[in-house]
């Protein structure tokens, strides 16, 4: 069972920035995805981006595009969610997630590990 740990949430004014950290606690196998999803309240959880662990390919959802990168580190066990301009929008819970790339096949349905997800709120 892999496991999550995530930093890096909080509070930020719109057009700030912060970066989302997700350490799994074991390297995944090639055929799957790491990412993020996120959920406002009252909403839908909505994908916001992964990166292939085979491939290192990543991809962004159109609303974040241009704004929001993803990257990774220490052998692929580490990603982060590099977030720039951000909106009160943006506000949400930020959920890491791994399962059978690409992430955008099933959504939310298709992810096998779920981080326990961290606050960002953006104030206007």
């Known amino acids: 069972q892999v496991q999550f740990v995530e930093s890096g949430g909080g509070l930020v004014q719109s057009g700030g920035s912060l970066r989302l950290s997700c350490a799994a606690s074991e390297l995944m196998t090639d055929y799957y995805a790491i990412g993020w999803f996120r959920q406002a309240p009252g909403k839908d959880r909505e994908l916001v981006g992964y990166i292939r662990q085979g491939s290192g390919v990543t991809y962004i959802s159109d609303p974040m595009k241009g704004r929001f990168t993803i990257s990774r580190e220490n052998a692929k066990t580490t990603m982060h969610l590099q977030m720039n301009g951000l909106k009160p929008e943006d506000t949400a819970i930020y959920y890491c997630?791994?399962?059978?790339?690409?992430?955008?096949?099933?959504?939310?349905?298709?992810?096998?590990?779920w981080g326990q997800g961290t606050q960002v709120t953006v104030s206007s």
């Open positions: 997630a791994a399962g059978p790339a690409p992430l955008t096949a099933s959504g939310p349905r298709g992810v096998k590990y």
